[in-house]
Structures are given as C-alpha cells and as structure tokens.
C-alpha cells in the first residue's frame, strides 16, 4: 500500500507519499480500507519529531479515518467486511489501509457520506471525554472554548449547544467568529482585538465560565483562572502557548475550582474504547438527526498531505481538513 511516510522530521516537505507494507489486523482488529482521513495539530508536531506514536501504534501520522471495513482479525466481534466506518487511531490514517482496534470503530452515521464521517472521531471523542465527562458540563452553565473555529471548536460549539449551555468562543477574525455565530456561539471574542476575560465578565454579568477548554496551555493560564467562575472547571488539552507557566494557588482556592490536562493518543485501549462507545451512544444520534455535524473547510488528496500541513499551520482554515485517498 501507500502511506505518508516521515523519513526525517521537519516541515511540510518532510511528508513523503511512499510504498510501505500492507498492515495486518492482529487480535481483536479490523483492517479498514480508508477513504479519508483528516488532519490534527498532533500531525503536525510527529512530522516536526515532538510527537512519538506510542508504543504498537502504526508509524505513520493521522489520528482518525473513514472507509470500509477489508478484513477481520482474530477475536473480532460485531462487525462485517463491508461496513463502513469511521474510527480513532493512535497513528496510521494517513495511509490506503490501516489496522484498527475494534473497540475505536464507529459506524458512518446515517445521512452522512464516508468520506466527511472522517472529520468526526479524534474531534467527537476528544470533545466528549473533556467537556463532558471530566469537566461535567450541564444545561445552563456557561462554556468557553477557544479556537472556537477549529476542528474541536466547531464540535464542541454544537455539543455544548445541544445540551443547553452558554457558548463563548475566541477567535482571530470577523469571518472565523461568524461561523461560530452560525454554529450557535453566543458571546463572541475577537482576541487579536479584545481581551476575553473582560468581554466574558460582561457578558456574564461577572459570572464568568463554569467550563473552559483551552488548547494554548502556559500563555492562557492565569487568565483562564480570571475567566472561570466560582466552582469553574479548566480543562487543557494542548501547549500551542507553552508549557510552563506560574499557577496562582490563590486565585484558584478563591474560586472553588479545578484544573484537569488531558490527552487523548496515548490512553489504553479499554479507555478509548470506553470514550467511543459514550460517543456512540450520547453523540451518534445527534449527527444522525443533524443536530450536529461536521465542519470540514476542504478535502485534498493524500498525497497532498504537505499543502495539507502548511494550511493547518496557517491557521487559515475553519473546521477540519481532510486528506481524501
């Protein structure tokens, strides 16, 4: 098969379309044959040689796909070759076949094509596991996400919306913040312009957040703290602003609150399989329905990977990129 290989690590150029061996679905996997994949910050970061898969993942980049179902491997239940599918990865989507754990698979939902069904998994499941399953994010509260026109941003915009919160969002232009607006967003922050602590507090008469998911880390933190609300929950899924940063222990006891970091790649199986199957069960039914949806801002072809990149690290996009086979 082909795949996007990473002889050495660098730039956009590092990515290489190549012949590599075909995967073989080993206990309890699938072999899918994929239609697409899509594109994610931690991509980006393994092509720049600061993101190892972890140990037994395929070598190759791209944390989620959709395609059709090819071959099953031993101790497989619950799913026939033929289906089609989409699924979390800890590596490989960036390929013509990947080797899938079947507890990471989801079915295409109903009234979505296979290839957007692609944008959905690494952004659904990291959605889910952090704002609602760490964070307990319940109808009425107040929700800021920033990057609120990024691939996680457009989802987690629609979740919190269709559970009945209070959506605040950030992000660089008029046109980035509008399709948040169409997406449902409520307070709207343009933080090369305004400072979204001050805009959050008016909004909120004061209030503030009682959930924030941030993406920058150590730059945002100790303004994240000013933005939550008393009993507020924090919770950091990436260091786009640094790592390290000064926690002031204070301001956090003052406010009742609580600080969580998480990922995603790494977890063990049982624990991704656990997050898939909530998504199926609480997400699912909302894409079907429409209620939720993917927000994909154009699909190149694998091989393209590299333009692929460098539009992701332009930060020019809104919602996801996809990689088409």
């Keep these: 098969m082909r795949a996007i290989t990473i002889p050495e690590?660098?730039?956009?150029?590092?990515?290489?379309?190549?012949e590599v061996d075909d995967p073989v679905p080993g206990e309890g996997e699938v072999l899918v044959e994929v239609a697409a994949s899509a594109v994610n910050r931690a991509d980006v970061l393994q092509r720049?040689?600061?993101?190892?898969?972890?140990?037994?993942?395929?070598?190759?980049?791209?944390?989620e796909c959709s395609g059709r179902i090819a071959a099953l491997g031993p101790g497989t239940a619950g799913w026939a070759v033929g289906d089609e599918v989409c699924a979390l990865l800890g590596g490989g989507g960036y390929a013509e076949r990947v080797a899938v754990p079947a507890g990471q698979l989801l079915p295409v939902p109903k009234g979505l094509d296979t290839v957007a069904a692609a944008a959905l998994p690494e952004v659904v499941c990291t959605v889910w596991s952090n704002v609602f399953q760490v964070a307990h994010l319940r109808p009425g509260e107040v929700f800021l996400v920033h990057g609120g026109s990024s691939g996680i941003g457009t989802m987690a915009v629609q979740l919190a919306k269709a559970v009945g919160a209070r959506v605040a969002v950030t992000a660089g232009s008029a046109e980035k913040l509008e399709a948040c607006r169409a997406l449902g967003a409520d307070v709207l922050v343009n933080y090369r312009e305004q400072d979204f602590v001050a805009e959050l507090a008016e909004a909120t008469s004061g209030r503030g957040a009682d959930v924030i998911l941030d993406v920058m880390g150590a730059s945002y933190l100790d303004r994240n703290l000013d933005a939550l609300a008393v009993n507020g929950r924090l919770v950091v899924i990436g260091m786009q602003g640094g790592?390290?940063?000064?926690?002031?222990?204070?301001?956090?006891?003052?406010?009742?609150?609580?600080?969580?970091?998480?990922?995603?790649?790494a977890r063990p199986l049982e624990e991704k399989a656990a997050i898939v199957a909530a998504v199926r069960e609480h997400v699912w039914p909302l894409v079907e329905s429409g209620r939720v949806r993917p927000v994909v801002d154009r699909a190149l072809p694998m091989a393209e990977a590299a333009q692929a990149h460098r539009l992701m690290e332009s930060s020019a996009h809104i919602g996801k990129i996809l990689l088409t086979v």
């Excluded at 690590?9 to 190549?18: F, K, N, Q, Y």
């Excluded at 720049?48 to 944390?63: E, K, N, T, V």
């Excluded at 006891?253 to 600080?259: E, F, N, P, V």
Aim: aromatic share 8%; hydrophobic share 40%.
């Design 9 to 18: 690590p660098g730039g956009p150029d590092a990515l290489v379309w190549a």
């Design 243 to 265: 790592v390290k940063a000064e926690l002031n222990l204070g301001k956090l006891l003052s406010k009742r609150a609580a600080i969580a970091a998480t990922s995603l790649r």
């Design 48 to 63: 720049q040689g600061f993101y190892d898969p972890p140990p037994g993942a395929s070598p190759y980049p791209g944390l």
